[in-house]
């Protein structure tokens, strides 16, 4: 009997219990001035002031909970949005730029886009000075300022350097290119310059112009001409013609020959030695129309020179 009166008591007290915490509930809803709901609100507010905006946060929430008056309200949740935001702030001081992220985001604060982005930043800066480049590319693609577009400016030129280092050059000038870096476009110049050096090694000489010609190197004039040169290939060899005007036996024979040939206006010339004895040329004709024609005005000028004949010498 002792026993079972014992337990209806429990029973009693946890009843009483709960029908307390509904009660609380309720009379919040009707007057927030009341002590259990007043304290709550007291304990948020004591929290932040003390700089415990994580410990503030539930406390608040829990105030709203209860449905306190309708003006209170939107106060109390201005108060979870400053405390999200400090959150944010204390975290983006410490570094955690994810954790800053988190928290700014929760806050209604106009200054919390601004914390977002500079978050953002900073991890984009992380990841670029690691050399992550799709990390950093990502990063800064979430900033919502003109200072996002120049960092993946930035990002850009770093992918170039590295591409550049590894001579990797098409690569490299495909990043130069995107970048508004102001060292980009020297480095692009370099980039074609190379690209256009490989080309001409390769025997590539139209393509070696084509990069030469975008490149504004030193060196790019010469190097254009010696694959315009090299595109066009070796010179053909030019015809030469000349007539075997005498042959005499000696030297003096064929200078007073020479003297008169050069006075009836032909160039004339020698080829021998004191053993075979002397050959006299007229003229060197780029062909043997030419030479023909100067025969005929050889024979016509000097009677002697009914023998000569047109000859090619080259």
Do not use: H
């Amino acid at each position: 009997m002792k026993k079972n009166y014992l337990l209806a008591l429990v029973v009693l007290v946890c009843g009483l219990a709960v029908l307390s915490a509904s009660c609380k509930n309720i009379a919040c809803g009707i007057s927030d001035a009341l002590p259990f709901c007043d304290q709550t609100l007291k304990n948020a507010d004591k929290e932040m002031t003390a700089g415990n905006c994580a410990g503030a946060i539930p406390l608040y929430q829990q105030y709203l909970g209860g449905k306190p008056a309708a003006e209170k309200v939107p106060v109390v949740k201005g108060k979870i949005s400053d405390c999200y935001f400090n959150l944010g702030e204390a975290a983006f001081k410490a570094g955690n730029f994810d954790e800053a992220i988190k928290n700014y985001s929760q806050s209604d604060k106009a200054e919390a886009k601004a914390g977002i982005d500079n978050s953002n930043l900073a991890l984009g800066d992380a990841a670029l000075a690691a050399g992550k480049f799709d990390e950093a590319i990502a990063d800064y693609g979430k900033v919502s300022t003109p200072a996002g577009q120049a960092k993946l400016s930035d990002v850009t030129y770093a992918q170039g350097e590295a591409a550049f280092k590894d001579s990797k050059w098409q690569e490299a000038a495909d990043f130069y290119a995107k970048s508004q870096n102001a060292d980009a476009a020297t480095k692009l110049s370099k980039c074609y310059f190379n690209l256009g050096s490989e080309a001409f090694d390769n025997k590539d000489y139209q393509a070696a112009m084509d990069f030469y010609n975008k490149s504004n190197e030193a060196e790019t004039a010469d190097k254009i001409q010696a694959a315009e040169a090299a595109l066009k290939g070796p010179a053909k060899p030019t015809e030469a013609w000349a007539i075997l005007a005498r042959s005499v036996a000696n030297q003096s024979d064929a200078v007073e020959l020479i003297s008169k040939f050069k006075g009836l206006g032909f160039p004339a010339y020698s080829v021998g030695d004191q053993f075979k004895g002397w050959k006299v040329y007229v003229g060197n004709y780029g062909s043997k129309g030419a030479a023909d024609s100067a025969l005929q005005k050889l024979q016509f000028e000097d009677k002697k020179s009914k023998g000569a004949f047109v000859m090619r010498v080259r």
